[in-house]
T-cell receptor
Framework: SQTIHQWPATLVQPVGSPLSLECTVE??????LYWYRQAAGRGLQLLFY??????ISSEVPQNLSASRPQDRQFILSSKKLLLSDSGFYLC??????????????FGSGTRLTVV | SQKIEQNSEALNIQEGKTATLTCNYT??????LQWYRQDPGRGPVFLLL?????KEKRKERLKVTFDTTLKQSLFHITASQPADSATYLC????????????FGTGTKLQVIP
């Protein structure tokens, strides 16, 4: 069966520090991968999605970036965090080629607080 | 612009009653509509998907309807239980087939014993 792992679960980082969040998927090949952010009391905002290794699409301009160095690994990064980067970051996957025809499977999320 | 609106931010309902949540969308005709459940501090969990050519879909105590004319989906939980208390999100692919799902802001359901 397929599983998705996301870490760390919580993170407190000072403004201006770098960020690296990792997400890995097991039990499937060439999944569609997604990074969402959920600010307190707000909906989920799509940040990046990827349909293959090295293929990243950015949805909103920001100081975050994403990479997909391996088929089932998706990394969210920042060189310098801002206070506004605080939020709940969620990684998700969907079967290749059919992202919206099947439900997304989400990881357990990372609660990021920038101080 | 394209929008997804879940009309109620919060809904309180008595245990045993049917909870009905609404999802409206504008300016698009999606091929699929999804519903998720999210508990505090957790990622959303996929519940049901309904296709544009399906009027209704059921799974245990859950029922989803999809009216493409009204651009609306209704999500029903029959015989609601306190364990059903959570935030429920609807989601659509409004990207024109690019497999990117946009989520509504959710409705927080509280089932009162």
């Amino acid at each position: 069966s397929q599983t998705i792992h996301q870490w760390p679960a919580t993170l407190v980082q000072p403004v201006g520090s770098p960020l690296s969040l990792e997400c890995t998927v097991e039990g499937t090949s060439n999944p569609n991968l997604y990074w969402y952010r959920q600010a307190a009391g707000r909906g989920l905002q799509l940040l990046f999605y990827s349909v293959g290794i090295g293929q990243i699409s950015s949805e909103v301009p920001q100081n975050l970036s994403a990479s997909r160095p391996q088929d089932r690994q998706f990394i969210l990064s920042s060189k310098k965090l801002l206070l506004s980067d605080s939020g709940f970051y969620l990684c998700a996957w969907a079967p290749p080629g059919q992202g919206s025809a099947y439900g997304y499977t989400f990881g357990s999320g990372t609660r990021l607080t920038v101080v | 612009s394209q929008k997804i609106e879940q009309n109620s931010e919060a809904l309180n309902i008595q245990e045993g009653k049917t909870a009905t949540l609404t999802c409206n969308y504008t300016n698009y005709s999606p091929a699929y509509l999804q519903w998720y459940r999210q508990d505090p501090g957790r990622g959303p969990v996929f519940l049901l998907l309904i296709r544009e050519n399906e009027k209704e879909k059921r799974k245990e105590r859950l029922k989803v309807t999809f009216d493409t004319t009204l651009k609306q989906s209704l999500f029903h939980i029959t015989a609601s239980q306190p364990a059903d208390s959570a935030t429920y999100l609807c989601a659509l692919d409004m990207s024109g087939g690019y497999q990117k799902v946009t989520f509504g802001t959710g409705t927080k359901l509280q089932v009162i014993p």
